[in-house]
């Protein structure tokens, strides 16, 4: 039994001594190995940091549209007799740039002018007669009242007679009959009188209508006589040209399209932009040559692609082609904070982080990023610390051991 207990201490102890060998034998030892795995540290670099703002710079098309642009149609329908523009003309405000066919127009203004004219005698002539009619009137109720009051005195002193025997009671009966037809009479031209008050006031009324009415007409019908005569509302250009001699024009149907200046630069940006939009840093940038914008008025809503339309015009007077396309350059403000490179920001298990060296060694710092644009980006939660890990070696870890070259 003992010398089996020997036999298996033999190969520990010789074990042992090749372990005492390689411990006493320099560089390729287990202790220098260790030692060296300790000793090791990523050799890091690291950028300053600073407090500010991070913007950016971005572009979008731009097309250069005229301020005002207006297509001119007939109001009424005609044969183009004459068009005294062609495209690229400039014209003046109240220039005739096409004149239609208007026989038709001038033979309704004639026409309505003597149905005015009709009108007006008819009320001038019903107004006379009426004036007449009231005069004759007026005369028959005076001489009923008269005659009223003559038959009631002659019926008071037959009366006064017939008491002293001087008159008959026959003529007493008869004073008295006199007296009622008098007073019919006077019923009857009183009655006349009212109506014809209430009468005079309604027909002239009718008439003064119809005068009116004549007057409407005659209004319309010179104004299709000017509607005729198509011409510039404003001083401009003449974009488009749309009506031919003897071509006929409906009413309703566009004529020629006038555009006059400053030049209106449009373009679109998502709403968000927009709202960081820094407007002093326009520019408009056509064939080569950029041109400061001032910003003129932002469309209140999107439109249908969910872009809102800005408009602005050249800072200074510029001859820019009206149509011609274009690129709109713009900064934005994006946010506030502590600006480091976006590559030294990384991804751990949801988190964000940025390296700090501290003491030799990598400490991670969880960050909220604000924002990020061209490699930059500003983020919150690194008040204090001056400088971070940048280039991140790639499997750097919290903990690890660095030293920062110069």
Do not use: H
Not at 46 to 51: G, H, I, K, Q, S
Not at 212 to 230: G, K, L, M, S, T
Not at 310 to 339: C, H, I, M, N, W
Not at 349 to 375: N, Q
Request: charged share 25%.
């Amino acid at each position: 039994m003992r010398s089996k207990w020997i036999l298996l201490a033999l190969p520990v102890l010789v074990l042992g001594l090749s372990s005492c060998k390689r411990l006493t034998g320099g560089e390729t030892t287990a202790t220098t190995q260790t030692e060296a795995a300790v000793s090791f540290a990523y050799k890091v670099r690291t950028v300053p940091l600073r407090e500010g703002t991070l913007t950016d710079v971005r572009t979008a098309p731009a097309r250069i549209e005229p301020a005002r642009d207006s297509r001119l149609a007939a109001a009424v329908g005609g044969r183009a007799t004459k068009v005294y523009v062609s495209e690229g003309d400039r014209v003046r405000q109240g220039q005739v740039l096409v004149q239609l066919d208007d026989k038709n127009y001038r033979t309704q203004l004639d026409n309505a002018r003597l149905n005015l004219e009709k009108a007006e005698l008819n009320l001038e002539a019903s107004k006379k007669r009426i004036a007449e009619q009231g005069t004759q009137l007026e005369a028959q109720l005076k001489a009923a009242q008269d005659n009223v009051e003559l038959t009631r005195r002659k019926l008071d002193e037959v009366r006064a007679l017939l008491a002293i025997g001087g008159a008959s009671e026959i003529d007493v009966q008869n004073l008295e009959v006199a007296l009622q037809q008098a007073e019919a009479n006077l019923a009857a031209a009183d009655a006349a009188y009212r109506r014809w008050l209430r009468s005079k006031d309604e027909d002239l009324k009718q008439l003064g209508l119809q005068v009116e009415q004549a007057r409407v007409a005659v209004r319309q019908a010179e104004q299709a006589v000017r509607d005729a005569r198509i011409t510039a509302p404003f001083d401009g250009e003449v974009a488009e040209r749309y009506a031919e001699v003897g071509a006929f024009v409906g009413p309703g149907a566009p004529v020629a399209r006038l555009i006059a200046g400053p030049q209106d630069v449009q373009f679109k940006l998502p709403p968000d932009e927009v709202a960081r939009l820094d407007p002093t840093s326009l520019k408009l940038y056509y064939l080569g040559t950029s041109y400061p914008l001032e910003l003129e008025r932002t469309s209140p809503v999107p439109a249908q692609d969910q872009l809102v339309r800005l408009t602005a015009r050249p800072a200074e007077t510029a001859d820019l082609p009206f149509g011609a396309s274009g690129t709109v350059e713009y900064k934005l403000t994006l946010g506030q904070g502590t600006l480091v490179p976006a590559a030294a920001v990384r991804t751990q298990e949801g988190r964000r982080l940025v390296y700090i060296p501290e003491d030799g060694r990598a400490v991670a710092y969880p960050v909220e990023v604000v924002a990020e644009a061209r490699g930059t980006a500003a983020v919150r939660g690194l008040e204090g610390v001056s400088e971070v890990i940048y280039p991140v070696p790639q499997d750097l870890s919290d903990g690890e051991a660095v030293e920062v070259l110069p």
